[in-house]
């Protein structure tokens, strides 16, 4: 007797702990493919200066689609900015963000 309540009870709780982790999955992040986000990161943060296409050159920006920079430079042009390109990193908030938008932007060179 005492045998069969102690297993209801863990029965009991393993439901409660795996009830627990369901909010955890986010739909929306879920949903998105890797090259999803790096495409709304850099919709959001990089295309009013440099285009959807990389090409639109607003405020002195470079067309990225011309661009042959390296990874390493890329992420440091991120990171801290150049004259009037702004420091990026606090908006793309960590390093796998960064690396994402690093991969998109190369995929607009021609
Ligand atoms: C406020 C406008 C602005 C925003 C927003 C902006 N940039 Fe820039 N970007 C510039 C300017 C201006 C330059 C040219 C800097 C220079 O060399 O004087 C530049 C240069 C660059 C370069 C160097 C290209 C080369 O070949 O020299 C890269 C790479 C780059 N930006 C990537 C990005 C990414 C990625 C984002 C978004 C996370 C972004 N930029 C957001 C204005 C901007």
Redesign the pocket.
Known sequence: MVLSKLSLLATLLLLFVSCQDTPKTDGLQTQETPAQKAAS??SM??A???GEDGKLG?????D?S????SDAA?IQ??KKG?????P?EA??ENAENIEL??QH?KGLRK
Do not use: D, E, F, T
């Open positions: 990161l850099y943060h990089c009013q200066c440099h607003s405020s002195g920006a470079k990225l011309q661009s042959r920079l890329i042009m991120i150049k004259n009037a390109m702004p990026m908006l793309l938008v690093v932007i």
